[in-house]
């Protein structure tokens, strides 16, 4: 009362009579409160014992301590587990249990209620907690612990309470150990490291995919985080259904010793499985059902530091040998073509042979020996070559086609566009003829062409740098973003054989990528010494070089190696993290490589209308940009693979369109009219063939093989859509190869036994590779759980696993593939350009 009377004599005027009023009510709630705080509680304190099991009743009106003492060695760690079951149903409100300890305090409720996705909650009734047990300094020490329970429910709750030793709470190195867990019964063990023993690897496996499960390595510390809301907080984690591994070093754990934390989540969706409740109320408790799963753990050493060395001695060796054997091969076809030139030089001081070549025509009246510019040695002239040219041409009816102008009369312009109009009237004279030579189409400024391919090489340069910059900022930063929050479904490794380095998670994956670089930068070499060995001899005025065999022009040589070495750097970075986001880096160059393999073998016979650089890589771009798409917007997007389809189907018949008419067609408003019209005087009115027949059935074999493809992506919508793309890339180069090959056998003309030689070993090591590349040891199509089932253990030096073997094979082959394209054309080096066709 009197407090009530100094608040309204003294508060009166400022708050009014209604303040009173709020301030009995705020005074009667405290001293209900602190009646019912003060209300008596019944304790009751029990010594507890070890494997026995306590059935009790809690209530609001007794809470229960039940204290336990265990000895800890310095030399032992032994775990203590906690088991808990409540008896009653239906309960209004939890029992609270809660284990204080000499550093730690563990709490937690029965029923557990746990979250899913879409705030799903599962309640749990038997829970199963092991204790953390902090280090001891002493030889030996008793430690007490004690186990409280209590609730708020004014009902009588039944619960069971078991407290037990884990005898095998610590890992035996090489030893398996299986266990159940459930996501109310999380299990943690402890490893040390043994003496000499400074990185392992652990390895957590099971017959079930689901339910899904989690592995974590934490630190010895206090708390252990063990349930599904809380194990990403520290420490290294990842998802698994039945396989999963960690590779860990010792520098990472002061202590020397760490724990092996396996919890099994709630739900499956985070591997990859369904969902299979929804809840109908927001607050509504879901019954998980059993969701037990049996798992076996075991802790193995990791390889040594001189594994490490091995490896990369390794590696080094196999692209080094190849510096090696380039220059042994060199001496060889040397020597085998100087003695070749010195039968030749016999053959031609015979009366007999004098005049059995006098008798064949020549437009220059002999025929030179000088030494190829274009063989990686001097190769020997071919009359064998000329000689079949020339039957060939007969039975096509090319007998009477020579040069229509001599080459110092050829235009000089870089690009396809002449100003004069009887220029422009005499090329399509010239490229629209049934039977054209090799001659008809080099007719452009040797020095202006040269140049125009040299951009290939410097636009690639430019475009590897501004590309390679960001990747590798890009690159570290999920690497740096994997190491500080420990998450290990960032990255899809193969963890079965992934060998740290330094701050890199997969070293072997990296170094193995070290071919492409090596080997393109040996191609490189090459070409430059044809490049100045075909100078020489242009500067000599050599007729060989001058008039005779394939236009030499290095530049789309240049962009290959270079773009090979841009491979293995890229592919490097891709696998510092390799993940769905990052797919294009591995996955560009390789684009960039069939665009220009196909590019140079059109170039070999069409140098003057073959692309320019900036019309090829505007090409290239606008691949790489729809594989973006298709890797962000793909996966099932049905109106994505329709609109994809419709502009594959019609690049297809641009391109055939282009290729068939020699670029000398226009593409206006008249085009429908003019195809209509072909097609009525071609087809309706007189059925007559195509005129140029080799390269239509080039161009339908072309077709089908595209439409094919496009009709594949539309039906079944592969997941991987870079690889997809790829794939097209790769049989439309494969299919071109084959065509130039046949036609080129077909026509007369030899492939030198360098070539062939060539030929064969990249087939039987692309078939090698290929094998390889198919054995999948991860895919980030799936969840990262899933792709962990397809993880395998190191095959080759207990280093390197299959995709390292497919990194070194593919290297090779796409080395020996870029040396066919060099050296396939060796045999027309001694042939006029007019007796060469143009296929």
């Known amino acids: ?17 209604d303040a009173g009023v709020l301030l009995w009510l705020c005074l009667a709630l405290l001293a209900c409160g602190n009646a019912v705080l003060a209300e008596p509680k019944n304790v009751i304190q029990k010594d507890g014992e070890f494997d026995m099991i306590y059935n009790d009743t809690v209530t609001s009106q007794n809470q229960t301590i039940y204290a336990f003492n265990h000895t800890v060695t310095r030399t032992k760690t032994e775990g203590v587990r906690v088991s808990v079951d409540v008896l009653s149903q239906n309960l209004k409100s939890p029992i609270l249990f809660v284990v204080r300890q000499k550093q730690a305090v563990l709490s937690f409720q029965v029923p557990l209620i746990l979250r899913g996705l879409y705030q799903r909650k599962y309640p749990y009734n038997h829970l199963g907690r092991t204790l953390c047990q902090p280090p001891t300094r002493a030889v030996s020490e008793t430690q007490y612990f004690f186990v409280d329970v209590s609730t708020l429910s004014s009902e009588g709750t039944n619960y069971q309470l078991r407290v037990s030793r884990v005898e095998s709470f610590t890992l035996q190195t090489d030893t398996t150990f299986s266990f159940t867990a459930s996501p109310s019964q999380p299990q943690y063990f402890k490893y040390a490291f043994p003496e000499g023993v400074d990185t392992v690897i652990v390895k957590v496996s099971s017959d079930m995919n689901f339910p899904c499960s989690v592995m974590s390595i934490q630190d010895i510390q206090c708390p252990v985080y063990d349930l599904d809301n809380n194990v990403a907080f520290i420490g290294m984690y990842q998802t698994m259904t039945k396989k999963g591994a960690i590779t860990v070093q010792r520098k990472d754990f002061p202590s020397n010793s760490f724990y092996v934390v396996v919890v099994v989540k709630t739900e499956d969706e985070a591997c990859g499985g369904p969902l299979r409740f929804y809840p109908l109320r927001p607050d509504e408790l879901i019954d998980a059902g059993n969701r037990s799963k049996t798992l076996n753990v075991v802790v193995s050493p990791a390889i040594k530091s001189e594994v490490y060395v091995i490896g990369m001695l390794f590696c080094l060796g196999i692209f080094l040998s190849f510096y090696l054997l380039t220059p042994l091969v060199a001496c060889l076809q040397k020597k085998r073509a100087k003695k070749r030139e010195n039968f030749q030089n016999i053959v031609d001081t015979s009366p007999a042979e004098t005049g059995k070549i006098a008798a064949s025509p020549n437009e220059y009246g002999s025929i030179d020996s000088t030494v190829s510019s274009e063989a990686i040695t001097e190769s020997a002239p071919s009359i064998d070559s000329a000689t079949s040219a020339d039957n060939y041409m007969e039975r096509s009816g090319w007998k009477n086609i020579g040069r229509t102008r001599h080459e110092s009369l050829s235009s000089i312009e870089e690009d396809d566009y002449d100003t004069l109009d009887d220029i422009d009237s005499d090329k399509n004279i010239v490229r629209t003829k049934k039977y054209l030579c090799v001659s008809d189409l080099s007719r452009k400024d040797k020095r202006v062409l040269s140049k125009k391919y040299q951009i290939y090489f410097w636009n690639i340069a430019t475009i590897a740098v501004f590309y390679a910059l960001p990747v590798v900022q890009l690159v570290i930063t999920y690497q740096t973003v994997v190491n500080v929050t420990g998450n290990q479904d960032i990255c899809y490794y193969n963890f079965m054989c992934a060998h740290p380095l330094g701050a890199l998670s997969a070293f072997n994956n990296i170094l193995s990528n070290l071919g492409y670089v090596m080997l393109g930068l040996l191609f490189l070499f090459i070409v430059l010494k044809r490049d100045i060995v075909h100078n020489r001899a242009l500067a000599c005025n050599e007729v060989n070089a001058l008039e005779c065999g394939i236009p030499k022009h290095f530049g789309l040589f240049y962009a290959m190696g270079t773009a090979l070495m841009m491979e293995g750097l890229l592919s490097a970075c891709y696998h510092v993290c390799p993940n769905y986001t990052n797919f294009q880096f591995d996955t560009s160059f390789m684009y960039m490589i069939a665009g220009l393999c196909m590019l140079k073998l059109y170039q070999k016979r069409h140098p003057d209308i073959n692309a320019s650089a900036y019309t090829a890589y505007a090409c290239l771009a606008g691949v790489i940009f729809f594989s973006v798409l298709g890797v962000v917007f793909g996966r099932g997007n049905t109106g994505f693979w329709i609109v994809f389809s419709v502009i594959h189907i019609l690049a297809t018949l641009l391109l055939s369109t282009q290729l068939y008419y020699m670029g000398r067609w226009r593409l206006d408003s008249g085009i429908l009219r003019r195809m209509v019209y072909v097609v009525y005087t071609d087809c309706i009115r007189q059925c007559t063939g195509p005129m140029y027949i080799d390269r239509m059935v080039l161009l339908v074999m072309g077709n089908i093989v595209n439409w094919s493809l496009a009709a594949y992506g539309l039906i079944e919508r592969p997941n991987d859509f870079a ?22 056998l077909r026509s007369g003309e030899k492939i030198q036994c360098l070539a062939l030689v060539c030929i064969l070993f990249t087939a039987v090591v ?48 796409m080395f020996g593939s870029f040396l066919v394209l060099l050296t396939m054309d060796d045999d027309l080096d001694t042939v006029q350009r007019d007796k060469i066709y143009v296929f």
């Open 766 to 813: 692309w078939g090698f590779a290929l094998y390889f590349f198919f054995q999948g040891l991860s895919t980030w199509q799936k969840t990262p759980a899933e792709s962990r089932e397809h993880n395998r253990d190191c095959i080759l030096l207990s280093f390197f696993d299959d995709h390292d073997i497919w990194h070194f094979l593919s290297s090779i082959a």
């Open 723 to 744: 690889s997809y793309l790829l794939a097209i890339a790769i049989c439309n180069l494969l299919l071109y190869f084959a065509f130039y090959i046949i036609m080129k």
């Open 1 to 17: 009362m009197l407090l009530g009377s100094l608040w309204k004599s003294r508060y009166k005027t400022t708050f009014g009579a």
